[in-house]
């Protein structure tokens, strides 16, 4: 399904600055190809600006990130004056078409249908025909469950279905790495239950996921790997029963026996 087969994630000593609130403090992280990965941590640590940063939502102050082996959000021009260019837009289109995103917000358009929604981009960004940009959306629709929508409205879906949606419209872009931004944290509790469904069967799909999350469960059970990031810093990172079950660092188990007192 993917375009991009690589799928690999690596970010070198990455900073990424606020006015003088440093939010990222050179974070250097290496996520292999089809690896699924929680970032774990309190509320300020910088979890949802290291995915923005992946995808270049954000431009970081220092270091590099690479996606498929590619640096994302800017070219190297060696010998020149300023050793970085940044990218056209149409460029840096180009490169997130590569990389799904799911933010915690659902963020679709309210006067499109959801097979609209889920269509767009491919036609937009990709130029893919119409005809074949709604077959595809419809496919990635049914993926999530969601094909018996495909011409209701946003507003007149529950949070979880919105959320599904938000996700085919991110596969139907064909990525090769897909970025969850708390994806469950704007639900009720009712409907989180359904998006970690749809989590867990993209899990098993061979993605590279990278998922912030404060859900806990589907961080020990599903994922490979945990990171746990506190003031900027990546501080442990492990395998996933193993963080769980003994953190090395005094610090994520201090988080740990919080959120799962």
Do not use: W
Not at 29 to 49: F, H, M, Q, Y
Not at 132 to 143: F, Q
Request: aromatic letters at 4%; charged letters at 20%; glycine letters at 8%.
């Amino acid at each position: 399904m993917n375009r991009l087969t690589d799928g690999t994630v690596i970010l070198d000593s990455v900073v990424k600055r606020f006015g003088s609130n440093t939010v990222l403090n050179g974070v250097s992280l290496n996520i292999d190809r089809g690896e699924v990965v929680a970032i774990i941590g309190p509320s300020g640590s910088g979890k949802s600006t290291l995915l923005r940063c992946i995808n270049a939502l954000e431009k970081i102050d220092g270091g590099s990130v690479l996606v498929n082996g590619e640096e994302i959000g800017r070219r190297r021009t060696p010998g020149a004056r300023q050793p970085f260019a940044e990218l056209s837009p149409q460029e840096l289109a180009h490169q997130r078409a590569s990389i799904g995103m799911v933010f915690q917000s659902f963020n679709l358009f309210p006067s499109m249908t959801v097979l609209e929604n889920v269509a767009l981009a491919p036609r937009s960004v990709l130029g893919i025909p119409a005809d074949k940009a709604r077959a595809s959306a419809l496919a990635r629709l049914r993926e999530v469950a969601m094909a018996d929508f495909a011409d209701r409205y946003p507003a007149t879906l529950s949070g979880g279905q919105q959320q599904r949606v938000a996700i085919a419209r991110a596969l139907a872009m064909e990525p090769s790495v897909m970025l969850f931004d708390e994806p469950t944290s704007a639900l009720d509790p009712e409907l989180v239950g359904e998006v970690i469904r749809v989590l867990k069967e993209l899990a098993t799909r061979g993605f590279t996921m990278i998922v912030v999350t404060h859900e806990m469960g589907f961080a020990r059970d599903v994922c490979d790997r945990v990171i746990f990031m506190e003031a900027g810093e990546i501080v442990e990172t492990g395998e996933a029963h193993a963080v769980f079950s003994s953190p090395t660092n005094p610090r994520t188990q201090r988080f740990l026996e919080r959120v799962l007192a």
